[in-house]
């Protein structure tokens, strides 16, 4: 079975500053790993995916993420950090089949 | 982009009354739909699958005779939640993926339903 964990229910950044999310998964399959983010009242909105191919993979809004197999991580992270950004954030895992297991959640504040 | 909504968005009851929520792909036909539930402060967890013209398949532990799904056309996915108690109290969502073969889902905005 698959499953996600992500660390830090809440991460606090100040404006401008690094930010770094962190996700780690396990799968029996070559996973497909996913960053969603979700604004209050509004439906999950995909930041950026991981099938095949390069590992370190660029999303919108400046976020980037890297597949590391060997540590079987998918961290999340953006050079600097916007108001804007203030949202919750998911990591997900899926086989092939579009079903997806999601991580709980991380609530990312920015302080300006 | 491609849009996924939901109807209602909000959504009060007395208990065992039934709700149901509309999930419709707008600009897209959707063959699979996926419906979640969201707990305070938790994860989604996948409730069931949703398949047009065919039964859902439901997740473990997921009760098919309380949460009744039916996809009756390409664009439009129903969650009823028969019977409802206040422990059936969450936020629900939906998704579908473009296309079937793409790893990509679009989610609807979600309903929140609150059962007194």
């Known amino acids: 079975a698959q499953s996600v964990t992500q660390l830090g229910s809440h991460v606090s950044v100040s404006e401008g500053a690094l930010v770094l999310l962190r996700c780690n998964y396990s799968s029996s399959v070559p996973p497909y790993l996913f960053w969603y983010v979700q604004y209050p009242n509004q439906g999950l909105q995909l930041l950026l995916k991981y099938t095949t191919g390069a590992t370190l993979v660029k999303g919108i809004n400046g976020f980037e993420a890297e597949f590391k197999k060997s540590e079987t991580s998918f961290h999340l992270t953006k050079p600097s950090a916007h108001m804007s950004d203030a949202a919750e954030y998911f990591c997900?895992?899926?086989?092939?089949?579009?079903?997806?297991?999601f991580g709980a959640g991380t609530i990312l504040r920015v302080k300006s | 982009g491609a849009v996924v909504s939901q109807h209602p968005s909000r959504v009060i009851c007395k208990s065992g009354t039934s709700v149901k929520i509309e999930c419709r792909s707008l600009?897209?036909?959707?063959?699979?739909m996926f419906w979640y539930r969201q707990f305070p402060k938790k994860s989604l967890m996948l409730m069931a699958t949703s398949n047009e013209g065919s039964k859902a398949t439901y997740e473990q532990g997921v009760e098919k005779d309380k949460f009744l799904i039916n996809h009756a056309s390409l664009t439009l996915s129903t969650l009823t939640v028969t019977s409802a108690h206040p422990e059936d109290s969450s936020f629900y969502i939906c998704?579908?993926?473009?296309?079937?073969?793409?790893?990509?889902?679009?989610f609807g905005p979600g309903t929140r339903l609150t059962v007194l």
């Open positions: 997900a895992v899926s086989d092939e089949g579009n079903k997806l297991v």
């Open positions: 998704s579908a993926p473009i296309a079937a073969s793409t790893d990509t889902q679009y």
């Open positions: 600009d897209f036909q959707a063959t699979t």
